[in-house]
């Protein structure tokens, strides 16, 4: 397993934020992980990354403990997204791009072909505080790639939180493919995402998580499921059949 996580529990002022026995991302996997505002998602992405440290549990990368890794170590193997990223001082986006070839000793190795991933290419002189948030968005998937570069893509995960947020339809399929190509080349990733219709046509797996409770989890195919989806989210869910034959289809009401 590329990430194994163990028994974690978070809680704050005596509410439970994640309380989860296992969850294991094997090469190849594109999980998603689904459910309302405050169910846990983030929390969840954070244990992962090894930036939170749970009161309980444990996560293994690569079949090491997370506390154990060197951090620059960790960095050639570990890339992350996050919801948003703002900057205090003037970089153009090609150098905020660049960020992620620090654990490589810097360098500019691989960071044109993440920029045109990314569908940033055009963006690379632009000064990072003038992009739009989808603009940002973007220049950030860039960075994670770059950061990743030279790692066998077996022995790397990409953690992303809400990737789409602020993208339009065409950027946000653009993103998610460029996540499901790395993990199609042997990386793992794990994915925050809001939209339903998005993680039916990229993710391989799905976790529910309902108030810091996982309520299923497992292969796609069994995940997209109206009762299931109607209890994560709080709001009853139709699945109906797309009519151009696509992924499901799910409208509430």
């Known amino acids: 397993m590329t990430i194994l996580a163990e028994r974690l529990r978070v809680t704050r002022a005596g509410r439970v934020l994640l309380d989860l026995p296992r969850l294991a991302v094997a ?6 992980v689904l459910g309302a505002n405050g169910a846990g998602k983030s929390t969840l992405l954070r244990c992962l990354s090894g930036e939170l440290r749970p009161e309980a549990g444990a996560v293994r990368l690569l079949g090491r403990p997370i506390a154990q890794w060197p951090v620059r170590e960790m960095a050639r193997h570990r890339a992350v997204m ?29 960071l044109d072909a993440a920029l045109a991933t990314a569908g940033a290419g055009h963006l690379a002189q632009r000064w990072y505080g003038t992009l739009s948030g989808g603009e940002a968005q973007r220049v950030q998937l860039a960075r994670v790639l770059a950061q990743l570069h030279g790692t066998p893509p ?9 990737p789409t947020a602020s993208l339009d339809l065409r950027h946000q399929h ?6 499901a190509a790395r ?10 995402l809001h939209d339903l219709h998005l993680a039916a046509r990229h993710a391989t797996h799905v976790l529910l998580l309902r108030e810091g409770v996982a309520l299923a989890a497992g292969p796609l195919s069994q995940m997209l499921d109206a009762a299931l989806l109607s209890s994560t989210y709080g709001v009853r869910l139709r699945r109906v059949p797309d009519p151009a034959g696509g992924a499901v289809l799910f409208v509430s009401g």
């Open 174 to 179: 653009r993103i998610l493919e460029a996540a």
């Open 27 to 32: 090469p190849g996997e594109v999980l998603a």
């Open 183 to 192: 993990a199609a080349a042997g990386a793992a990733v794990v994915m925050v």
């Open 154 to 162: 077996e022995r790397s995960a990409l953690l992303l939180d809400e």
């Open 82 to 110: 996050p919801q948003a990223s703002s900057l205090a001082f003037p970089l153009r986006a090609r150098d905020v791009a660049a960020l992620g070839r620090i654990p490589w000793g810097g360098g500019e190795v691989g």
